[in-house]
């Protein structure tokens, strides 16, 4: 039996680590909620995000304390119909903190966005040196796994002539079904 060289092991390393980011941001990205990597899909956050650019999303419980620099996921009243919202932090009020993205002119709260509470804030985006650590185009194989998967549950509510396959729930019970077949 032949040792596996340093280089094969590192590289199934790298492997298992890019695995589960991906399947943490696929999970994440299907239950709305950031993890791992998370990715932007408008143009508000460039230059440093562009559409469909990833970066690892860190929980709050985690990073400690907000602060103004910084770039949060939240759970917006207003914007994106109320869902979750990548911008940067510019300032902390009484009110709540005051956020934008970085090419928006305006702040949110100069719309219709009131400030943003603590209770709000799901993620902070990794950042070194101010810089964000940013994944190119991760978004857009996220978002193509993500259609290929409903329609793989579109065909199999089809076949079986059920809809208990579709949405997060239908998830759940076709990842349940591969894994007892394939246990």
Do not use: C
Not at 29 to 57: H, N, R
Not at 75 to 92: C, F, M, P, S
Not at 106 to 128: C, H, M, N, S, Y
Not at 165 to 171: A, C, S
């Amino acid at each position: 039996i032949a040792m596996p060289t340093p280089l094969s092991v590192l590289w199934r390393l790298i492997l298992a680590v890019v695995g589960v980011l991906l399947v943490l941001t696929i999970i994440g990205s299907v239950f709305g909620v950031p993890m791992g990597i998370s990715f932007v899909e408008t143009g508000s956050m460039e230059p440093q995000l562009e559409p469909g650019d990833g970066f690892v999303a860190v929980p709050t419980a985690v990073t400690g304390p907000v602060e103004p620099g910084d770039v949060v996921v939240f759970d917006a009243v207003n914007l994106n119909d109320g869902g979750l919202v990548t911008h940067r932090v510019v300032e902390r009020t009484e009110s709540g903190y005051v956020t934008k993205g970085d090419a928006n002119p305006f702040t949110d709260q100069d719309g219709a966005e009131p400030p943003v509470q603590e209770g709000q804030i799901r993620a902070k985006a990794l950042q070194i040196g101010g810089e964000i650590v940013v994944i190119p185009r991760i978004g857009v194989l996220v978002l193509g796994i993500g259609g290929a998967v409903e329609s793989l549950q579109h065909t199999l509510a089809g076949l079986l002539g059920t809809r208990a396959v579709l949405g997060t729930q239908g998830l759940a019970y076709i990842l349940l079904g591969f894994g007892t077949v394939t246990y």
